[in-house]
């Protein structure tokens, strides 16, 4: 069995990557396709192996400036010749859906959302205040050619994948088409090595992640100015310098990116993660209950798939106000908390779990030539 695993961009790790981390362990000898890869920034499951790029990988400067390039990614995935491989395993957040496959082949398409920020958040990437007048003027003009290619090419996806109900959903919505569920697997290794003493001791809430529009941390940082107790920001992004440019009270501290060998530690010593965007699914709340944390998240996506309220709080409404009436209520709840419950509802998230599912649906895809065995890694 020839297998193409196919991604958007290898840029940065997160947890798409984490994903097609998993995937390439599944089956070893596939190859990988992806519109642009920046060398020596992916684990060596994924770097080990072939990796082909499309003609976007030869502009200049395209590593950090491929957002602007977005009206090119539909061309740039189709143009992949794949002749040859039997299963394309798509790993799918904005374009690689769309890949051809070659005649007599069998897709299965993993979606982390639809284009985002081509549906549902559009605003949040592209409103007033979020884009300039040129850009949000550019995006409002191929936003319908985009919608379109996207649902065209969810017809040639043999069989559909979702990270999360809630994704399942909106690909119901958005391409109508039906919509298995196998969710992302968390390193419980990493995350679930240290003992369950002492957790919570450095007295901080901690947020984590890429400083993107729909994930709010603009709401966070407003809330905490308001609020005598640390806020610890780890990672970088997009907004990095709207988010960074102004006066903030002494006890909010950006950390930038740190290295993966300090993420364990600095969820191990906060009080609880939050979680203030709403995401298709997030791997961060299970990060942070398999180091026995709990999470405060705004209470709408895959969250509610992963956070239960025995491990962490909930706030209705996306703003300032909102979350810090949450944050004020935890110190009352913090009492309530045993961390081994939330490392617990993590365990039902393990790469083993995921890996399962992956081959179970191939199999189901497959049909005879999977159970014979041709597909086992």
């Avoid at 990672?235 to 993420?263: C, M, W, Y």
């Amino acid at each position: 069995m020839k297998v193409a695993l196919v991604h958007d961009w290898l840029v940065t790790l997160r947890g798409g990557e984490r994903v097609l981390e998993a995937l390439c362990e599944l089956f070893p000898d596939a190859d990988v396709y992806t519109l642009i890869h920046q060398p020596g920034t992916m684990p060596p499951a994924i770097e080990n192996r072939r990796i082909y790029t499309s003609f976007l990988q030869h502009i200049p400067g395209i590593h950090t400036r491929y957002r602007h390039f977005l009206p090119l990614f539909p061309r740039a995935i189709e143009s992949f010749h794949l002749e040859g491989y039997e299963l394309v395993l798509s790993s799918s957040h904005c374009v690689a859906k769309g890949i051809r496959k070659p005649p007599g082949a069998k897709h299965l398409s993993y979606i982390h959302a639809p284009m985002r920020y081509m549906w549902d958040l559009f605003d949040d990437y592209f409103g007033p205040g979020r884009a300039s007048l040129p850009v949000r003027t550019a995006a409002l003009a191929v936003r319908p050619w985009l919608q379109r290619w996207d649902r065209r090419t969810a017809a040639g996806v043999d069989r559909f994948l979702a990270n999360s109900r809630n994704i399942a959903t909106k690909i119901r919505r958005f391409w109508d088409r039906e919509a298995g569920v196998v969710h992302p697997p968390v390193d419980l290794e990493r995350f679930c090595a240290s003992s369950l003493e002492g957790t919570g001791r450095g007295g901080y809430f901690l947020w984590l992640g890429a400083f993107a529009p729909y994930k709010r941390l603009d709401m966070a940082l407003e809330a905490f100015r308001n609020l005598d107790t640390p806020l610890w920001v780890v990672g970088s992004g997009q907004e990095a310098a709207k988010l960074t440019s102004g006066p903030l009270p002494p006890h909010i501290r950006f950390l930038g990116n740190v290295s993966d060998a300090e993420v364990p530690a600095l969820y191990r010593d906060a009080r609880a993660l939050l979680f203030t965007g709403e995401e298709d699914f997030g791997l961060t709340p299970l990060e942070a209950q398999a180091t026995g944390r709990p999470v405060i998240a705004y209470a709408k996506g895959g969250v509610l798939e992963t956070v239960t309220s025995r491990t962490g709080l909930f706030f209705s409404e996306q703003t300032p106000a909102a979350l810090a009436a949450t944050v004020r209520q935890f110190d009352t709840w913090e009492a309530t908390f045993r961390p081994e419950e939330a490392r617990a509802q993590a365990l039902g998230f393990s790469k083993a779990v995921f890996q399962r599912g992956i081959m179970a649906e191939v199999e189901a895809l497959l049909g005879s030539r999977a159970s014979s065995g041709s597909v086992q890694p």
